[in-house]
DNA sequence: AAAATATCTTGACAAAGTCTAAAATAGGAC
DNA sequence: GTCCTATTTTAGACTTTGTCAAGATATTTT
């Protein structure tokens, strides 16, 4: 398995322990369910929503270990930080460039995949060397 | 002077008293120094940040005063939030649409003009119904 | 000037996040 | 297995951002 393909395929808990091994972190239990957690949510959580989600899981786990656990998954590249909800940021298991749109209703936040919006005019910004860029949308999601 | 041109002209003490009563908040002393700082500035402060510097002119003001203004003149449209800047809100006097810049280096959010962006593929986007979107970029400011 | 409103301040509180010291655990050497 | 060391985890203290309520000040109204 390889950091691209993570997120989807993440049900076996040897998965996890591969990853996580890959990237030299140590399979503790409590890392493991914090990244099964994370790897297999598509919810944007904050890191206190996390934690009350892997303490389902694993009830003694600290809250300085779902945060160190996330930074440290940071860190590697297996998740990335967000900053589109206010007050907290959410960790983002999607590490492909996207776009989000955030239902204003509900609060949730979905991916917009890459290829579905064009950006033009970047060039024209001559003072600013573009790092990376994402389109931030903010609505209602359609009822089905 | 209309709410439209607000943010360059705010030099004298006359014209945010004017806008003040515009909107029908009283301008007091406390208020005054808040429209002041936060229409003059193009920084995207927090509120603490904006609370640091309304001291130096109002020594006096309290936290809560300053938070209750910035509020207001959001509910009144004269500043908006936006959520681009980890762990706060920062106030916006920029109330036409625009994209963002943000310096990862200094922490730095520059304006960019929206029509020196333009996105392509919203209507694409059918499950969503978008009421506003911003691009936001990140990188570094070219030195001059 | 007294009464009624509106505003401001203080301090308490909650949530998000970081940090530290101590306890618990894991891994390696023997 | 036992001992030793390095790594992790935990609990709690602390900081920052933000809100709220109660009392103190100001301002209007009459």
């Known amino acids: 398995m390889t950091k691209s393909k993570i997120g989807l395929y993440l049900n076996k808990v040897n998965d996890s322990v591969t990853l996580l091994r890959e990237c030299g972190i140590q399979p503790t239990p409590q890392r493991?369910?914090?990244?099964?957690?994370?790897?297999?949510?598509?919810?944007?959580?904050?890191?206190?929503?996390?934690?009350?989600?892997v303490r389902l899981q694993c009830p003694t786990i600290s809250r300085a270990t779902v945060y160190n656990t996330l930074n440290l998954l940071v860190k590697k590249g297996l998740v990335r930080t967000q900053i589109i909800r206010e007050g907290t940021v959410v960790f983002d298991c999607n590490i492909n460039q996207h776009h989000h749109f955030i239902d204003e209703e509900t609060g949730n936040i979905y991916d917009i995949p890459w290829d579905q919006l064009e950006v033009k005019g970047k060039d024209r910004l001559k003072d600013f060397e573009i790092v990376e860029f994402q389109v931030i949308l903010r609505g209602r999601r359609k009822k089905k």
Chains 1, 2 share one sequence.
């Open 32 to 53: 493991i369910a914090v990244i099964e957690f994370i790897l297999n949510t598509r919810s944007h959580p904050s890191a206190d929503q996390a934690l009350e989600q």
